[in-house]
């Protein structure tokens, strides 16, 4: 094998290799397949998890610059090796177990969270050959794992003891389980569109990009994910005005890095997920030839996702709690499910004209939706009387120039 | 031993020993948790049977929904955490007794039924077709239509039974 064809496919080239050992050393096969799924499996937790070091000092330097500040900026150049420090320090803090904590859930806690977050990685196709897992039921595969990250929030919020925790646990787990209703039926769509629940036929199948059919359905997967991670706007799990510090309150030293860990890697695994499934995975121009390209597509695809999940935190003010259920309940479960019905029907009526009559259908009706939508929440938003605090009168920040004083201010 | 068997015991040793504890413990919560370990060790033996489908729906309804409806009823309930609440009442005796002749009748007219002994056959189906076989199953005439959708107006008599308990009476009284 010479050097080019490593390169084309170093992944697949390695595990042949370690195949090719194992069976040298004479073992049977399904111990040497089994053994070498372990190995894959902890290169790739492992590198997600390294990958998180990389994406929180990111995540800080570009909030830092969306609010004006300079972010993290001592530690190597731009302070890139800040979250390295980070990572050190927290391995050597002492680690604090108030007294009166449920031992095996609060214990248990961080690495319920952190495991269910590492597993969805497992149904990632990141080229097309390299993937954890073929799965035939992926998409119910990723809801489920969403659910062990419930029972995960859930664990830390009672296990600690502390009121603070148990409500936040309550509020994120409230959140978790009602954003996952519209992102279930916006989920159904790319389905019916590829007839397959499995993320390697999902891809395969999006000749176009799914955004480009399902702009709005797009649309509210994302803002449901943002939700279903519990990042701003929607971060009320951790505000810290009502609740100090939400459900990992208790929790020091390595235990709250695992709460941190989890909370970055969602944020990208989300990305990677609506990549995935709308923006055509790891295809791209020559991705089926050279599969190394395929990841790198992908990875390329998710960062653009991510850094709009960050853009979105760094500038947006944080939701109540009841306006938080009011989009989930009065609009994004709603219109997902008049979407979702619209699209089953009118694909179906359209399907014996063809495949790209079938998709300008679907897009008309999402755009339609949209702006139908949209016209009605602003209609409503008119209505509303928003009763104004303080005056209009207010002090500015700058001095009054002497010369053109401007009267209306007063 | 093949790795498959070995991965079966297991599975199907936490589950037994999950399930003990879900009935043994004192506090609720804990039981809850380990009814949730219990319901992930059947979902890991569905997948060892290659069921994947079931094993992720195990894991989305019971653990995803139920579960942690289990706990938050467990969590809202007033007093119901304090370990000096026993789970058994006085009545237990003879419910083991009944439990333990229902037990055995049922396993005599199972054993006496021949599909009992046979080897179940492999559903030779790879990878998307086994849904695909599956989802037919339940909605074609020739298979499972009637029972699938008995449960279904089944499950909407049970919905429509909750919202009328959780119906707000005193709104009606005042029209």
């Given at each position: 094998m010479n050097l080019i064809d490593f390169l084309r496919d170093p992944i697949i080239a390695i595990s042949d290799w370690i195949t090719n050992l194992f069976s040298n050393w004479g073992m049977a096969t399904d111990w040497a397949t089994f053994l070498l799924y372990l190995i894959g499996a902890a290169v790739l937790g492992i590198s997600a998890l390294l990958m998180t070091l990389f994406f929180i000092w990111a995540e800080r330097k570009i909030i830092g610059r969306l609010q004006d500040r300079v972010g993290?900026?001592?530690?190597?150049p731009w302070g890139i090796f800040q979250s390295v420090a980070d990572m050190v320090k927290i391995f050597i803090k002492e680690h604090i177990i108030p007294t009166g904590v449920d031992p095996i859930p609060y214990h248990l806690a961080p690495i319920v969270l952190v495991a269910s977050v590492l597993m969805?990685?497992?149904?990632?196709?990141?080229?097309n050959t390299v993937y954890g897992s073929n799965l035939n039921v992926a998409v119910i595969f990723l809801l489920a794992v969403g659910g062990l990250g419930e029972v995960g929030v859930m664990m830390a919020g009672w296990g600690s003891n502390n009121k603070y925790a148990l409500i936040s646990a309550f509020r994120a787990s409230a959140q978790m389980i009602s954003y996952e209703v519209p992102m279930a039926i916006i989920l159904l769509i790319p389905v019916l569109l590829s007839?397959?629940?499995s993320m390697n036929d999902i891809v395969n199948a999006q000749n176009i990009p799914y955004i480009l059919v399902l702009p709005f359905g797009a649309l509210i997967f994302f803002i449901a994910s943002i939700a279903e991670n519990g990042?701003?706007?929607?971060?009320l799990a951790e505000a810290e005005s009502e609740l100090?510090?939400?459900?990992?309150?208790e929790y020091s030293g390595l235990k709250f890095g695992m709460f941190y860990v989890a909370d970055f890697l969602r944020a990208f695994t989300s990305a990677l997920i609506f990549s995935t499934l709308?923006?055509?995975?790891?295809?791209?121009?020559g991705a089926e030839a050279i599969p190394v390209l395929g990841a790198f597509y992908l990875i390329a695809k998710s960062l653009i996702i991510w850094f709009l999940g960050v853009w979105i935190r760094g500038s947006f003010p944080r939701y109540r709690i009841d306006q938080m259920m009011n989009i989930n309940w009065k609009f994004l479960t709603p219109i997902s499910l008049v979407l979702f019905m619209l699209v089953i029907l009118f694909s179906k009526l359209v399907e014996p004209v063809g495949q790209n009559m079938q998709y300008l259908v679907i897009l008309i009706i999402n755009l339609g939706l949209f702006f139908l939508s949209f016209r009605i929440l602003n209609n409503q938003n008119k209505k509303k009387v928003v009763a104004e605090v303080g005056s209009r009168t207010r002090p500015v920040a700058k001095p009054d120039n002497l010369f053109s004083k401007d009267v209306s201010r007063g | 031993m093949s790795v498959q068997q070995l991965f079966f015991v297991v599975f199907a040793l936490i589950t037994i020993f999950s399930a003990l504890m879900v009935v043994s413990l004192r506090n609720l919560l804990h039981s809850a948790l380990w009814l949730i370990m219990a319901l992930l060790g059947v979902a890991s033996i569905f997948a060892i049977l290659e069921a994947s489908f079931f094993a992720a729906v195990q894991i989305l309804v019971y653990i995803g929904a139920i579960a942690i409806l289990i706990i938050f009823a467990v969590m809202l309930?007033?007093?119901?955490?304090?370990?000096?609440?026993?789970?058994?009442?006085?009545?237990w005796g003879i419910a083991l007794v009944m439990v333990v002749i229902i037990f055995f009748i049922i396993i005599t007219q199972i054993s006496t039924?021949?599909?009992?002994?046979t080897r179940l056959q492999a559903l030779n189906i790879p990878g998307q077709d086994a849904v695909l076989a599956f989802g037919t199953g339940l909605v074609d005439p020739q298979g499972f239509a009637l029972p699938f959708e008995t449960a279904s107006v089944l499950l909407l008599a049970a919905l429509l039974g909750g919202v009328f308990i959780a119906f707000d009476q005193r709104r009606e009284k005042k029209s």
């Open positions: 993290p900026n001592q530690i190597g969805v990685w497992a149904i990632v196709p990141f080229s007839s397959s629940m990042r701003a706007p929607f971060d100090v510090a939400g459900f990992n309150i709308f923006l055509g995975g790891w295809k791209g121009p | 309930t007033h007093n119901i955490m304090s370990v000096a609440e026993t789970q058994t009442n006085r009545s039924w021949p599909g009992f002994n």
